[in-house]
């Protein structure tokens, strides 16, 4: 069965610091995205990567980079925390594709910057 | 500017009775358009999609309906079922951008046994 893995489900964290969200997938995707979920917004397309070592920004990059090292493993990285940066953050992955391909998220990191 | 709108927040139905979640969207140049159901403390999971060269594809239960002149898609579930309840995002993405989907802010959806 398909799986894309979050480090952590939880995390509370200090205004300024560096804050590192890990994201595993095991059906050797090409892509992998990160969103953010917030009430009334629904899910914004923050960094996606479409190869090892390649990286897009999406529509919110601001205060977020992104790593990708390794084809399975896919890291997004708030250099300096703020509270606005509290929020539902998800992975996502899928198969190189046109756009119909569906994306395999996982459970979701919920991130609490005080 | 968002470019998919649910403007339904949230929607409750009576079991056994038909659900319709709507979506509406701005940009003509979307080519599919998928739904995805989220559960709490879960991600958000594929449903159903359809390409924009459709006006309708079925799945058991779940149906979309896209109507291009409108820029407006529909979910129809049928029958509604107590499970059924959780947050629907309705999706969409533009061929030549690849995987890169547009989200909508979502519809709560309560079926009510």
């Known amino acids: 069965d398909v799986k894309v893995t979050q480090s952590s489900r939880y995390l509370v964290k200090r205004t300024g610091e560096k804050v590192f969200l890990e994201c595993v997938q095991d059906m050797d995707h090409e892509n992998m995205f990160w969103y953010r979920q917030d009430p009334g917004l629904g899910l914004r397309l923050i960094y996606f990567?479409?190869?090892?070592?390649?990286?897009e920004k999406g529509d919110i990059p601001e205060g977020y980079s992104v790593s990708r090292e390794k084809k399975e493993r896919f890291s997004l990285i708030l250099e300096s925390a703020s509270t606005n940066q509290t929020s539902m953050y998800l992975c996502a992955s899928s198969p190189a594709g046109t756009g119909e391909e569906k994306l395999f998220f996982g459970s979701g990191t919920q991130l609490s910057v005080l | 500017d968002q470019q998919v709108k649910q403007n339904s927040p949230s929607l409750s139905v009576q079991e056994g009775r038909i659900s319709i979640l709507n979506c509406d969207y701005t940009?003509?140049?979307?080519?599919?358009f998928l739904w995805y159901k989220k559960y709490p403390a879960e991600g958000p999971t594929f449903l159903i999609s359809?390409?924009?060269?459709?006006d309708k594809n079925e799945d058991g239960r779940f149906t979309v309906f896209l109507n291009k002149s409108a820029k407006h898609l529909s979910l129809h579930i049928v029958p509604s079922q107590p499970g059924d309840s959780a947050v629907y995002f309705c999706?969409?993405?533009?061929?030549?951008?690849?995987?890169?989907?547009?989200f909508g802010a979502g519809t709560i959806l309560r079926v009510k046994s």
């Open positions: 990567s479409y190869d090892v070592k390649m990286k």
């Open positions: 359809i390409s924009s060269i459709k």
């Open positions: 999706a969409a993405s533009v061929e030549e951008y690849g995987n890169k989907l547009v």
């Open positions: 940009n003509s140049m979307f080519d599919y």
